[in-house]
Antibody, heavy 118, light 112 residues
Framework: EVHLVESGGGLVQPGGSLRLTCTTSGFTFGNYWMHWVRQVPGTGLVWVSRIKNDGNTTSYAESVKGRFIVSRDNAKNTLYLEMNSLRADDTAVYYC???????????WGPGTQVTVSS | DIVMTQSPDSLAVSLGERATIQCKSSQSVLYSSDNKNYLAWYQHKPGQPPKLLISWASTRESGVPDRFTGSGSGTDFTLTISSLQAEDVAIYYCQQYYFTLRTFGQGTKVEI
């Protein structure tokens, strides 16, 4: 059974850093593109970043470009999101999502809360 | 960026009645090479991750009840719940995956 679980969220001050981890199981992680999506409380879903299955291609939303870094360790079946220079508007629930064979998100993690506040 | 606009923002439907959600994209998400619409619908309930309902605009995922139907092409899409059940109360999002920068609609809250 496919499982994705995010961790690493928490409360951080503006300008601080956090590293989110998405631990996966139940599938061949190295065969799939992975994405990060976030949801600000009371608003909708927003795409954040993506990484190719081999880790050689990454993309970012303009709002996080230059501050966030997505990476993966296929040997550990794990996805990461390094978040730097955090701002209040980065406060959100962060989800990792697997891109299925039909290019939509077929599996999601339960999400991890990131709160940026002094 | 491609903008996805859903309507309405919310709707209240009686049990057993039909719910219809519209999604309009600012650019076509129909890929001419494979004649597929790169459009998905997700259901999102509080405290849970989003759930994929429909891909390619009209392909229902395995296990999704057949009361959920997706239709449309190009820039205009519809999600129809033919007979609303209590467990369908949720926020529904369309998403285009035609472009690298994937975008979601703002969501439609469906209530009883």
């Amino acid at each position: 059974e496919v499982h994705l679980v995010e961790s690493g969220g928490g409360l951080v001050q503006p300008g601080g850093s956090l590293r989110l981890t998405c631990t996966t199981s139940g599938f061949t992680f190295g065969n799939y593109w992975m994405h990060w999506v976030r949801q600000v409380p009371g608003t909708g879903l927003v795409w954040v970043s993506r990484i190719k299955n081999d880790g050689n291609t990454t993309s970012y939303a303009e709002s996080v470009k230059g501050r966030f870094i997505v990476s993966r360790d296929n040997a550990k079946n794990t996805l990461y999101l390094e978040m730097n220079s955090l701002r209040a508007d980065d406060t959100a629930v962060y989800y990792c999502a697997r891109v299925g064979i039909d290019y939509s998100y077929d599996y999601w993690g339960p999400g991890t809360q990131v709160t940026v506040s002094s | 960026d491609i903008v996805m606009t859903q309507s309405p923002d919310s709707l209240a439907v009686s049990l057993g009645e039909r719910a219809t959600i519209q999604c309009k994209s600012s650019q076509s998400v129909l890929y001419s090479s494979d004649n597929k619409n790169y459009l998905a619908w997700y259901q999102h309930k509080p405290g849970q991750p989003p759930k994929l309902l429909i891909s390619w605009a009209s392909t229902r995922e395995s296990g999704v009840p057949d009361r959920f139907t997706g239709s449309g092409s190009g820039t205009d899409f519809t999600l129809t719940i033919s007979s609303l059940q209590a467990e369908d109360v949720a926020i529904y999002y369309c998403q285009q995956y035609y472009f690298t920068l994937r975008t979601f609609g703002q969501g439609t809250k469906v209530e009883i």
